[in-house]
C-alpha cells in the first residue's frame, strides 16, 4: 500500500474561514446569512457570490499569497469579498477610510494589492492616495465582473497558516502598522467567542462599527461561521440599530464610546423593548460607570469588561461581565480561554504577584505579525512571546488590574492614537519648538488628545489646529492647545523624557 506524504496528512487536517462559509452554505442553504438595508443573502447566494468573486480575481492573475485592498463604508460587498480572499488564500488588506491622505497612501504601498476595490463614496479618496493600479468599483462594475464567473468552488489549497486578512494599527513611529491574521488565527477567536462568549448557531450580530476593524468585520465573520445573520449598518446609525434590537436577538451589541448615548437617548425616544440582547457593550473603562449600569439596564443584557488588541483578538482578559444595572467599582479583568501569559519587567523578568508588569503571551489566536516590519516584530516577539506594551498587576484572586500603557496611547471612540502622531505634525511647523500630547478624558469618546506646546514665534492655538487638520484624520487632531511658555517647564525624568503622566495633572 503506497504511504501518504507529510503535506497529504497535512492537507487532510487543514480548515480555512473560506470553507466555514462553504460548509454553512449546504447545511443551511436558504437560511438568511446576511441582511444589508432592503439587501438580504441567504448562505447559498453568499457562497454563491463569493465562489464567482473568486473565480473573477483568479481570471485577473490574483493567487494564493497575493494581496488585495478594499476602501468601503460597511456593505455586504465587504463580507463577499473577505470570503473570496479567503477561498483563494488572498489577504485582503481592509483600509481605513478615516486615515488622511497620506497615511492612506502608506497604507496601500505597505503591502503593494494586485487590484483595490473601492466604493463609489471613497473613489475619490483612492485616486487622491495616486494610486494607479488596478481598481474595481463596486457599483455596476463589480456585478458585472460577478455575473461574468461561474459560482463553482475554487480548487486552491489554503492552509490555516495562509494570511486572510490585515488590518492596520496606529504604531509608534507615527504610521499605520498592518497585521496581518492567518485562518488559524481567526479561528481561535471564534473559538474564543463561543467559549467565552456564548456564541452559538444562528444569533444575531449587528455589524455597525467600521469593518476595516476587528469588532465589526472579525465577529461578523465568527456569526457566520455558526450559521447566524448579521445586519450591516453604514455606520453609528442609532435609528437603525434601535430598529434592529427591538425586533431581531442579537447575540453581542457593541456599544463603544462617542455612539453609546446617541443610541440609549433613541430607544428612549421610541419606547423600544430589545427583543433579547444577551451582551452589551466594550471599553468599559472608557464609560463612565453609571452609563455602564443604564445601557445594562434598558438593554437587559450584561455588560462586557473587554480588553484585547487586533493583534491577539478579544485576549487576554475579556472574561469579565457586569450584572444587569450594575454600577462597576472594580474594573478588573477576568482570563480568556485559550493562552499562556506572563508579567514582565523591563528587562523581561517575570513580575511577583501585586507588581506590575508589561503582559506578554501566546495563544493560538495570535497574529502573524506585522507587515513588512521585521524591527517592529523582532521587538513584539521578543524571547517568543508577544509583548502587547500594557501593564498589569495579578491580584490575589487571580484577575488581572489594568494599570498603564507602557507604550502611551490615546483611546478614543475605539480608534488608537499615538501621541508622537500628532506631535511630529505639530513640531514640522517652523515656529514649535517642542509638542507633548497628553489624553483628557471625555465623556463622549472617552478620551481626546490635548497638545501642549513651546513655540519660538506669535502664533495662535487656532492656527496649529488648522496645521493638524491639514495633515491628521480628524478623530486624531487634539481638542486643545495650550501654548506653554518654555520647554523647562516640561516635567522630565532623568534621561530627558518628558513625563506624560504628570502633564497630564496639567488638565485637572
Known amino acids: ?68 485592498a478594499i476602501l468601503s463604508e460597511n456593505r455586504a460587498e465587504y463580507i463577499e469579498t473577505t470570503y473570496a480572499a479567503a477561498k483563494l488564500g488572498v489577504i485582503l488588506a481592509a483600509l481605513n477610510w478615516r486615515l488622511a491622505r497620506n497615511e492612506l497612501n502608506h497604507c496601500i504601498s505597505l503591502v503593494e494589492p494586485k487590484t483595490v476595490l473601492v466604493s463609489a463614496r471613497f473613489a475619490d479618496a483612492l485616486r ?7 481598481t474595481v468599483l463596486i457599483s455596476e462594475e463589480y456585478e458585472q465582473l460577478l455575473a461574468r ?55 444575531g450580530f449587528i455589524a455597525w ?10 465577529h461578523a465573520l465568527h456569526v457566520l461561521g455558526m450559521g447566524g445573520k448579521v445586519f450591516v449598518v453604514d455606520g453609528a446609525d442609532p435609528e437603525r440599530i434601535a430598529e434592529l434590537v427591538a425586533t431581531e436577538p442579537q447575540w453581542w451589541l457593541v456599544l463603544i464610546p462617542g455612539m453609546i448615548d446617541p443610541l440609549i437617548e433613541e430607544m428612549k425616544r421610541k419606547k423600544a ?17 453609571q452609563t455602564i449600569a443604564d445601557a445594562s439596564r434598558l438593554f437587559n443584557a450584561q455588560y462586557w469588561n473587554t480588553f484585547g488588541s487586533t493583534e491577539t483578538g478579544m485576549l487576554p482578559a475579556a472574561g469579565t461581565r457586569f450584572a444587569i444595572g450594575e454600577v462597576p467599582i ?30 506578554a503571551i501566546r495563544s493560538p489566536t495570535m497574529f502573524s505579525g506585522y507587515w513588512n516590519a521585521e524591527e517592529a516584530n523582532a521587538q513584539a516577539f521578543r524571547g517568543g512571546w508577544y509583548h502587547m506594551g500594557d501593564m498589569f498587576l495579578e491580584r490575589p484572586d487571580g484577575k488581572l488590574s489594568f494599570v498603564d500603557r507602557s507604550k502611551y496611547l490615546i483611546k478614543s471612540g475605539g480608534e488608537n492614537i499615538y501621541p508622537i502622531e500628532i506631535e511630529r505634525v505639530l513640531m514640522a511647523d517652523p515656529a514649535v519648538v517642542e509638542a507633548v500630547v497628553v489624553r483628557c478624558p471625555n465623556e463622549t469618546w472617552g478620551e ?61
Open 273 to 289: 423593548v430589545p427583543k433579547d440582547v444577551r451582551l452589551v457593550g466594550a471599553l468599559a473603562d472608557l464609560i463612565p460607570p
Open 149 to 203: 464567473q461561474n459560482d463553482e468552488e475554487p480548487s486552491v489549497a489554503v492552509e490555516p497558516e495562509d494570511g486572510l486578512l490585515i488590518l492596520y494599527t496606529s504604531g509608534t513611529t507615527g504610521l499605520p502598522k498592518g497585521a496581518l491574521i492567518s485562518h488559524r488565527a481567526e479561528l481561535a477567536r471564534m473559538d474564543i467567542s463561543r467559549l467565552d462568549l456564548g456564541l452559538v448557531e444562528e444569533d
Open 330 to 359: 472594580d474594573l478588573s479583568k477576568a482570563h480568556n480561554s485559550l493562552y499562556l501569559w506572563r508579567l514582565l519587567d523591563s528587562d523581561d523578568r517575570d513580575v511577583k504577584r501585586g507588581e506590575a508588569g508589561e503582559i
Open 448 to 508: 481626546v488628545p490635548v497638545a501642549f506646546v513651546v513655540c519660538q514665534s506669535e502664533v495662535t492655538p487656532e492656527y496649529l489646529i488648522q496645521v493638524c487638520r491639514r495633515d491628521l484624520s480628524t478623530y486624531k487632531c487634539p481638542r486643545e492647545i495650550r501654548i506653554i511658555r518654555s520647554q523647562s517647564d516640561f516635567p522630565r525624568s532623568t534621561s530627558g523624557k518628558v513625563q506624560r503622566q504628570i502633564v497630564e495633572q496639567w488638565l485637572k
Open 209 to 218: 462599527a467600521p469593518m476595516f476593524h476587528m469588532v465589526s468585520l472579525e
Open 1 to 68: 500500500m503506497a504511504q501518504a506524504s507529510q503535506s497529504q496528512i497535512s492537507r487532510a487536517g487543514s480548515f480555512t474561514v473560506g470553507d466555514l462559509l462553504t460548509v454553512q452554505a449546504k447545511r443551511r442553504p436558504e437560511a438568511t446569512a446576511v441582511v444589508d438595508g432592503a439587501r438580504s443573502y441567504s448562505y447559498k447566494s453568499l457562497n454563491s457570490r463569493a465562489n464567482r468573486l473568486a473565480n473573477a480575481l483568479t481570471s485577473m492573475g490574483i493567487g494564493r499569497g497575493d494581496r488585495i
Open 128 to 134: 487622491e492616495t495616486g494610486w494607479h493600479g488596478k
